[in-house]
């Protein structure tokens, strides 16, 4: 029961019998907000579409309003409609629709805010993807709880997503990386290899690589020339990275469903070479200068004629160099042939997660898939700005065992894996953020995962006091779908039903808008609206969740009280963080 989409619905329905000659006005509709008010006063859903078709209509904004208000008056679902200021809806529910929301939780808990209609697709989301020359540390570490959380949401509503992850596996870094491993190599056999040298890597990640190299090629390379040992190593080394890569991922809670090479992008006859010539046939690539960018000039500009691509066809600011001086593709060629590759295996819809240092990459990855799909598919890239570490409020920086890196192990290992994703989807990504341990370790309400935690084991709690007071009601969940749901009309059960209500509108917009954060301060309110209610209840007896005077309202309450607890539970379930039943 999605309270806030059957008004719409209500307010559609009075248009068109209102206006029979207005022709489409979905597409306002749509745009329309249909919300709670910002004040709780005004009442409970206020809509804005009365301003947005009142143009189209020949006609003023109040004038829409109040012929929308007395059309809908009579309607048994709502006890008033109100025109306010330039033409809002003001509407108040009857009791009954608070009733509904709560048992469509109680008749279908797993599938609460679940869209029942709606465009389904299949989304690639890509995300991490960072390169395979080191465990993963903090700066990716948002992306990746970003990425997860999201992909998660896309699914829940239905859509049939893919986690991919990008391993640049083709560049000048894997070189290094094994001349840095073949390195730890000579020392597992007994070397004394003295101070890392500069350009290689020095983490001591790379020991235990070293020492199963040893194992598995006993002395053999020692004598081996280097490009005949390089070539045995790097993909020895690779997969060992990787295999870290999927290690620190999975302290994190995530896994992938793809992991895409990009030495299949390069070579003759390989994915580059295909998409260059496919955006020629289209006219899409040419010969040409560009012109001197103004202000701060790009890595990628260079004075000279070279291969160009018609960016600027599809809305990028400038077009795009695809081969450099030297004959290398460029590193947008190589995008253009993965999203190209993308498309061709059926996604038209596309996420990629990147870092604060991508924030200039939107427009010509977008300009490169409209390029390559024939517009036909599109894709948003979502930025994940920088994390700064923080203890009561100062910089802090952990010890560190990977070369200069602060690691994602070395995170979880201070908080856990529920405050690391809880935290980071706790702000919009693309904001910095602090993340402060002192804060997340706090058991207050200042420390969001713990107050949201809390209010899931609380609601535990609740039903162990009922069995502990009143052992003879049954509290089944067939008895708490039975139970008469119109007993709920104090203010607080109210505000807490009107919560609830809000859970199918929170979920709708975070996945259109590929915001997951919206779930995250959704679940911090629900949790605050049931805490209140608690509060209230230490406060006034009769509103104690457990009232054994009087056993049907207890019952109600309970089934209140499950619904709440079934909601943040799925929640957190998006979120990847866990729903304890208690709390130590």
């Given at each position: 029961?999605?309270?806030?989409a059957s008004i719409s619905d209500k307010i559609k329905t009075a248009l068109g019998e209102l206006y029979p000659d207005a022709g489409d006005m979905d597409t306002l ?428 084991a609380r609601a535990h709690s609740v039903n162990r006091t009922a069995a502990r007071d009143m052992p003879e009601l049954d509290t089944s969940i067939d008895a708490l ?39 995250a301060f959704y679940l911090y309110d629900l949790a605050a609206a049931f805490h209140g209610f608690w509060s209230r209840g230490k406060q006034d007896p009769s509103l ?41």
């Amino acid at each position: 029961m999605d309270v806030f989409a059957s008004i719409s619905d209500k307010i559609k329905t009075a248009l068109g019998e209102l206006y029979p000659d207005a022709g489409d006005m979905d597409t306002l509709a749509a745009r329309a907000t249909v919300e709670p008010p910002r004040d709780a006063a005004h009442g409970d859903v206020s809509s804005n579409i009365a301003m947005l078709c009142a143009k189209p209509l020949k006609s003023n904004p109040r004038e829409v309003a109040t012929k929308i208000a007395d059309r809908l008056s009579e309607d048994p679902d709502i006890v008033s409609v109100e025109v306010a200021g330039p033409g809002f809806l003001n509407f108040r529910l009857a009791a009954n629709m608070w009733a509904a929301v709560l048992q469509s939780v109680l008749d279908r808990p797993r599938d609460f805010g679940r869209p029942v209609s709606g465009e389904r697709s299949r989304v690639n989301v890509e995300f991490v993807s960072t390169n395979p020359t080191g465990p993963l540390h903090v700066g990716h570490t948002r992306g990746a709880v970003f990425g997860d959380a999201l992909a998660a949401l896309l699914a829940f509503c239905g859509h049939d997503v893919t986690r991919e992850y990008y391993v640049n596996d083709a560049g000048a870094q894997i070189d290094v990386l094994a001349r840095s491993a073949f390195l730890r190599y000579r020392e597992a056999l007994g070397e004394d290899i003295g101070t890392i040298p500069q350009g290689l890597y020095p983490g001591d990640y790379l020991v235990p690589v070293g020492q199963a190299m040893a194992d598995r090629f006993a002395d053999t390379l020692l004598n081996m020339p280097q490009e005949e040992w390089l070539a045995l190593v790097k993909p020895f080394v690779l997969e060992q990275m990787m295999d870290l890569v999927r290690a620190d991922l999975k302290l994190l809670g995530i896994t992938h469903d793809t992991f895409f090479s990009e030495q299949t992008l390069h070579g003759e006859g390989g994915l580059i070479e295909k998409t260059l010539a496919d955006l020629r046939r289209k006219g899409l690539v040419y010969q040409g200068k560009l012109d001197p960018p103004k202000g701060k000039v790009p890595e990628d500009w260079e004075d000279r004629e070279q291969t160009l691509f018609r960016a600027t066809d599809f809305g990028d600011d400038t077009d795009r160099p695809l081969v450099k001086s030297n004959g290398d593709y460029t590193y947008f060629a190589a995008d253009i042939a993965y999203h190209r590759d993308k498309f061709l295996r059926g996604f038209n819809d596309q996420i990629i997660v990147l870092g604060a240092d991508h924030s200039g990459y939107t427009k010509r990855l977008q300009a490169a898939v409209r390029a390559v799909s024939d517009n036909k598919a599109s894709i948003d890239v979502k930025i994940c700005q920088i994390v700064r570490l923080m203890r009561d409020g100062k910089p802090f920086k952990m010890s560190k065992r990977a070369g200069d890196l602060i690691t994602v192990r070395d995170l979880v290992g201070e908080v856990g894996t529920d405050a690391v994703r809880f935290m980071l989807l706790f702000r919009r990504n693309e904001a910095a953020m602090d993340f402060d341990f002192a804060r997340v370790k706090e058991q207050t309400r200042d420390n969001p995962v713990f107050y949201v935690q809390y209010a899931h084991a609380r609601a535990h709690s609740v039903n162990r006091t009922a069995a502990r007071d009143m052992p003879e009601l049954d509290t089944s969940i067939d008895a708490l779908r039975a139970a008469d749901l119109s007993l709920l009309t104090s203010a607080a059960e109210v505000d807490l039903l009107r919560m609830l209500a809000q859970w199918p509108r929170q979920v709708a917009a975070a996945a259109r808008t590929h915001e997951p954060h919206r779930i995250a301060f959704y679940l911090y309110d629900l949790a605050a609206a049931f805490h209140g209610f608690w509060s209230r209840g230490k406060q006034d007896p009769s509103l104690r969740f457990v009232n054994q005077q009087q056993p049907e309202l207890t019952r109600a309450r309970l089934a209140m009280v499950w619904a709440t607890r079934q909601t943040l539970a799925l929640g957190l379930g998006l979120l990847g963080v866990s729903a304890p039943e208690e709390l130590s």
